[in-house]
């Protein structure tokens, strides 16, 4: 893969070389490969097709994910947290060491502490991380989903970006099982607080526990808004939001 370019913008196939644009620009490859018809008969191509289907597995366990917590992650995503997310879970699938190879999946890996470790701190915006915008400590109660951020200074412990004059913490307690697809989230209140020099403690805590089998999963998030008489608007649309998953048990 390789990056051209040119006065004119071109896109599609000229013969054996095929034009796209990506997010970083334009970018030229050879046409060609194998097909698809020998990928799925040829007995040379066994472990590729075993890779396929583990990688399948782990795209759908991505998207399970993201639409359990699609609510939060409205305005708190960047456009490559889908490939990114199934990158990380691809991992995770590796730490399923009791499937056999071309059924190892997601849900197995996560039952491993080390799976767990890979997916804990994944920051679903990668343009605004968690641990790089929050200087501060906060506690997570794992029984409740409840999480306590202690005497906040917002302009001292918040990486404020341009133009934001107020900030809010929001927090979800989700618990899904990938085996059986099933779900169970619980939100937490949102607090609202000024970006100024004034201490104050931010407690967050959903509902009720989530319940279920499977993985619980904890996700903080924090969102910028500027105020223009009186009234609070998303800061460019929420490109500075962000959410991280905190923790996985």
Known sequence: MAKYKSLFDVQGTLGEVTFYKGEDGQYVRRKGGVSKNRILKDPN?????ENLSEFGKAATSGKLMRRAINSL???AKDSRVTSRLTKVLNQVKNEDITSARGQRNVATG???PLGRARLKGFNFNAKSELDTLLMAQYTLDSATGEIVISDLIPNQQISTP???THLSFSAGFLNLDLATE????Q???VVNL???GVASTVTLTPAVPAVGTGQSYYVLKVAFFQEINGIQYPLKNGAFNALQLIELL
């Open 194 to 196: 000024p970006i100024n």
């Open 182 to 185: 099933t779900k169970d989230l």
């Open 162 to 164: 341009e133009g934001a």
């Open 73 to 75: 992650m409205l305005d």
């Open 187 to 189: 939100l937490s209140n």
């Open 110 to 112: 996560l039952a491993n």
């Open 45 to 49: 191509f066994e472990r590729t097709r």
